[in-house]
């Protein structure tokens, strides 16, 4: 009553003001804390691939990136195919192509969402499931046979290749050229002349004279036109009578240099 009685008439006291400034302060701290969250803890996406096998104990390799024993899970970046081989002593080695397909939270624009404004993290998990065949032994018998037939295979193929070939640039079939006597060396040129034969002659002593080839004998300085080489001239045909002059007994003297014994008188 005293506090109404010293306040002056027509002043009253109002407090809505007051109270929207709260309220204001209010939403601006949770906006400023939102934001913080938001920034604090943004979204993400966190993609593994698990690869199993039946029996375990597999190597993997993902993309020819060795991964480790099955069953083991990698982690990966982007969606797509890819490479699995799966390696283990005594079963068949097993590769394959994988398809990773994207779920729709990874396609745009949602995949913007997912990565920077989901407060929390999201788990894309795939799984892939394989079974070996146990490896087949192939007897020794069937490796050599087969050896065999590869090395026969490989023979006829070089057989055919010398006996007849085809040219790599037109084409045809060429035949094999022969090979015979009159391909092999140099051709004899047909303006050759030949020397005559000419019968052995005889002194009268007995002894067979050097034959005289007839025809002019060339020089050093001509050239046979065939070959282009020089051709030496051949010594000088002996005298018989000169010979017979010269040496004791007349006779000639024979290759071997030593005189001959005269004859004995016919009785």
Request: charged fraction near 15%; charge should be neutral.
């Amino acid at each position: 009553m005293r506090a109404d009685a010293q306040r002056p008439s027509g002043c009253h006291v109002t407090a809505a003001p007051r109270s929207r400034n709260v309220a204001l302060r209010r939403r601006a701290a949770l906006a400023a804390l939102a934001l913080v969250t938001l920034i604090a803890s943004p979204g993400c996406v966190r993609r593994r691939l698990l690869v199993r096998s039946n029996p375990p104990g597999a190597t993997v390799y993902v993309d020819n990136q060795p991964v480790g024993v099955t069953p083991c899970a990698t982690s990966f970046t982007y969606y797509g195919t890819r490479e699995i081989r799966l390696v283990k002593a005594g079963y068949e080695t097993k590769v394959f192509n994988q398809p990773i397909p994207a779920p729709w939270y990874e396609l745009p624009p949602f995949d913007f969402i997912s990565e920077n404004l989901v407060p929390r993290e999201i788990q894309d998990y795939r799984t892939v499931n394989c079974d070996l065949q146990p490896q087949v032994v192939v007897p020794t018998e069937h490796l050599l046979a087969r050896a065999e037939e590869l090395r026969l295979g490989a023979m006829q193929d070089s057989a055919r290749a010398v006996i007849g070939a085809t040219d790599p640039w037109s084409g045809t079939f060429v035949d094999p050229a022969i090979v015979g006597p009159s391909t092999l060396g140099p051709a004899i040129p047909s303006n050759v002349p030949m020397p005559t034969p000419v019968a052995p002659q005889t002194n009268s002593a007995g002894v067979v004279i050097a034959p005289n080839w007839g025809g002019a004998v060339p020089t050093p300085s001509q050239s046979s036109p065939a070959y282009g080489s020089p051709t030496w001239p051949a010594p000088p045909t002996p005298n018989p009578s000169e010979a017979a002059s010269a040496i004791p007994g007349g006779q000639m003297l024979p290759p071997g240099g030593m005189p001959l014994e005269a004859l004995p008188p016919p009785q």
